[in-house]
């Protein structure tokens, strides 16, 4: 299993362009996240996913949009970007429920983000 | 509004000497408690979750430990391999599986 990736390792943006991230995952999980992580601070959630087709706004949401048409598959969207969106974004899966207290969340290993 | 404080923000210690990681936090209500290893450059890893006051785990130098306001990470004997940036963070009851980090305690273990 691969578990979960992220492509681009890195990318440098101008302000006002738009891109997207990507995130996939194989250990069939129907949780899915986006965190950003500014330096020196803990991650903030912005958008996460209960399965295909049902989205939720974090704590953090503005400026970003996804979307969830597979369980695979869970692409976050910068729209124009910002110098505030500089980060690195780390996607993250994790199972429903209980499973004999080893459940947790499975990340990636990131997206660094430079908007300039 | 919930809230989770690591301390110290940092910490260097030499190889073979114990301490300990604290994660504070107040909650409405706890699901469970999670201690994760970042390394520079990568994604967190997962240690450990915690439920329920009194519950301990172990993994190689680490133990967690859970009371009802807060979470230790004892490391004994560290070795520089353990240098690390290491994460708390809870889950909320009633969220979905939303996991609420604190900043993180920076680890160096000298040689």
């Known amino acids: 299993n691969a578990g979960v990736t992220q492509t681009p390792k890195f990318r440098i943006l101008k302000i006002g362009q738009s891109m997207t991230l990507q995130c996939a995952q194989d250990?069939?999980?129907?949780?899915m996240y986006w965190y950003r992580q500014d330096p020196g601070m803990g991650l903030k959630l912005i958008y996460y996913?209960?399965?295909?087709?049902?989205?939720d706004k974090g704590e953090v949401p503005n400026g970003y949009n996804v979307s969830r048409s597979t369980t695979e598959d869970f692409p976050l969207r910068l729209e124009l970007a910002a110098p505030s969106q500089t980060s690195v974004y780390f996607c993250?899966?994790?199972?429903?429920?209980?499973?004999?207290?080893?459940?947790?969340?499975?990340f990636g290993p990131g997206t660094r983000l430079l908007v300039l | 509004e919930d809230q989770v404080t690591q301390s110290p923000e940092a910490l260097r210690l030499q190889e073979g000497e114990s301490s300990s990681l604290n994660c504070s936090y107040t909650?409405?209500?706890?699901?469970?408690l999670f201690w994760y290893r970042q390394d520079p450059g990568k994604g967190p890893e997962f240690l450990f979750t915690l439920y329920s006051a009194g519950e301990e785990k172990e993994k190689e130098r680490l133990k967690a430990t859970l009371t009802k306001k807060e979470s230790f990470l004892h490391i004994t004997a560290p070795k520089p391999e353990d240098s690390a940036t290491y994460l708390c963070?809870?889950?909320?009851?009633?969220?979905?599986?939303?996991?609420?980090f604190g900043s993180g305690t920076q680890l160096t273990v000298l040689p």
């Open positions: 996913s209960v399965g295909a087709g049902i989205t």
């Open positions: 909650v409405s209500g706890l699901r469970g």
């Open positions: 993250a899966s994790g199972p429903t429920g209980l499973a004999g207290g080893q459940e947790t969340q499975y």
């Open positions: 250990m069939n999980h129907n949780y």
């Open positions: 963070a809870l889950e909320i009851a009633g969220s979905a599986r939303q996991l609420t």
